[in-house]
């Protein structure tokens, strides 16, 4: 089991900006794709993106697309959701997780479901205000 760790997170006004870090050990780690997940207050965790430690391929759920950037960068280990433009309901506790063992299809990364990622991070609040 991998421990990840986000920061980041914090309370911003409506069309506002936050950078989430996760650090996570891209050289070496035994999965193939790092995505995040939010859950709202009283809601149910979704992916809003997602992307392959092998070549940047990237995801961007429909909600937040246009908005929110996930990217990674191998060389400080650690993987960014940049968020733009920050609507109220984007208000939720955000996640870090990684997994995925086996590319079965080209888009590998895209929509796997939530148990196919086995390593998570304790979340980062994003808050934001209208």
């Known amino acids: 089991q991998v421990h990840l760790v986000e920061s980041g997170g914090g309370s911003v006004q409506a069309g506002g900006s936050l950078r989430l870090s996760c650090s996570v050990p891209i050289a070496t780690y035994p999965g193939n794709c790092v995505a995040w997940f939010r859950q709202p207050p009283g809601g149910k965790r979704e992916q809003v993106a997602s992307?392959?430690?092998?070549?940047?391929?990237?995801y961007h759920g429909a909600s937040v697309k246009g908005r929110f950037t996930i990217s990674l960068d191998k060389a400080k280990s650690t993987v960014y959701l940049q968020m733009n433009t920050l609507k109220p309901e984007d208000t939720a506790l955000y996640y870090c997780?990684?997994?995925?063992?086996?590319?079965?299809?080209?888009?590998?990364?895209?929509?796997?479901?939530?148990?196919?990622?086995?390593?998570w991070g304790q979340g980062t609040q994003v808050t934001v205000s209208s």
């Open positions: 992307i392959s430690i092998h070549g940047g391929t990237a």
């Open positions: 997780a990684a997994g995925v063992r086996y590319i079965d299809r080209d888009d590998f990364c895209l929509d796997r479901a939530l148990d196919e990622y086995y390593d």
